[in-house]
Nanobody
C-alpha cells in the first residue's frame, strides 16, 4: 500500500494542525494506521495509531489528550488532529500502515514525511 501524508507547516505554540494520510488501496480498511515523528538528532518515535475500523486508538504519553487520530475508510484517509502544540512537537511526521498491531513498532509500509514546526 502506498501512503501519502501532508498537512504540516509552521505554527505558534498553542496552535493546531491537522495532518492527513491517504492510502492508495481500496483495502485500506484492512490496515492499522499509525503516525510517527522524528525530531532532529532523535530517533523516530511512535505517536498514535488507529485500528482497522477506527474503534480503538492508541497514543504515546506525550501526545495523549492533545492529539486525536481518526480515519475515514470511505476516503482511504487517516487524520491526526494536533492541538495545543508545543515546540517539542517539532519534527517530521510520518504515517505508516500494517495489517496488524506491528504498526507501533515495525510497520510494513511508510509514507513520506511532512514537516511540523512549532515556534515558541
Amino acid at each position: 500500500v502506498q501512503l501519502q501524508g501532508w498537512g504540516g507547516g509552521l505554527v505558534q505554540a498553542g496552535g493546531s494542525l491537522r495532518l492527513s494520510c491517504v492510502a492508495s488501496r481500496r483495502t485500506f480498511r484492512n490496515y492499522v494506521i499509525g503516525w510517527f515523528r522524528q525530531a532532529p538528532g532523535k530517533e523516530r518515535e511512535f505517536v498514535a495509531a488507529i485500528s482497522w475500523g477506527g474503534d480503538s486508538t492508541y497514543y504515546t504519553g506525550s501526545t495523549e489528550g492533545r492529539f486525536t487520530i481518526s480515519r475515514d475508510n470511505t476516503a482511504n484517509t487517516v487524520y491526526l488532529q494536533m492541538n495545543s502544540l508545543k515546540p517539542e512537537d517539532t519534527a517530521v511526521y510520518y504515517c505508516a500502515a500494517d495489517p496488524g498491531m506491528a504498526v507501533a513498532t515495525a510497520p510494513a509500509y511508510w509514507g513520506q514525511g511532512t514537516q511540523v514546526t512549532v515556534s515558541s
